[in-house]
């Protein structure tokens, strides 16, 4: 079976599956799919080593959201904001006097791979003001702040290592990443939502690795928030990709619209985490 780009743990178990004959179960993994609102929700925990050979990702846990209706659909749009901040405040014990810093991963200027610093500049940011003026904001608004450290490729500088300098500079409890995907089924493409406590690899599913994001390189916990808006052509293509052009990254002719609404979904959803007790429309009057 050729070699299969993805970021998602629920495709590499498929994959998994299928080469082991479509085996019911990997030893290691643990997968369940449920719903919510409408909403299907997929988790695939990795338990042990041969869990994560067996699905090539870290131990720990991965929460899928399919929203297929996401860039169309309030409801849906507004149903994908609280589960987003659900899954979050599962993965991490998040307080009133903790601080998280919020990483936008990707490159502003290539729409497929702007949904991190997208997402940035829509975060009701409080870092500043909780140092300077706490008094003016009450017990549910937690400290925030956020950071777009943009690709190697424009700031010559390893991401991970803005990212590490930063952390022990303000010394926040818990890192969230957000970053653009790449998936094997054209179908999750700009559908799902991929939630991990297990930090990221930017880069990976492109094949373009850089430095982890994780709790090991940083010292602080790493949550993961991502959504695929790119195919290898490979994966979808029924003729041979010239050597040449190979890997050539394919994604949906609205990923301006993709984009924009999936950042808008994501930013809330973590908004709706970090400050508890707010409402989407309270959050939605600060940030809009």
Known sequence: MKNIRTDLAVEAHELSKKQAKNATQIDGVISSVEEADGIGITRV?????????????????????????????????????????????????????????????????????????????????????????????????SGVCAIAPGVLGTTGIETADIIKAVTERVKPQLIIAVDALAAADIQRVSTTIQISDTGIQPGAGVGNNREGLNEKNTGVKVIAIGMPTVIDASTISKVEIPEELAPLMVTTKDIDLVIERASKAVANGINLALHQNMTLRDVECYVG
């Open 45 to 141: 925990e990795i338990t042990n080593e041969n869990g994560s050979k067996a699905l090539g990702k870290a131990i720990g846990s991965y929460v899928t959201i399919d929203a297929p209706d996401l860039k169309y659909s309030l409801d849906v749009y507004e149903k994908v904001c609280n589960i987003i901040a659900d899954e979050i405040r599962g993965m991490a014990n998040i307080k009133s006097d903790s601080l998280t810093l919020v990483v936008g991963l990707g490159n502003r200027d290539i729409t497929p791979d702007a949904l991190g610093t997208s997402v940035v500049s829509k975060l009701l940011v409080t870092h500043h003001i909780k140092q300077n003026m706490s008094d003016l904001l009450g017990d549910n608004i």
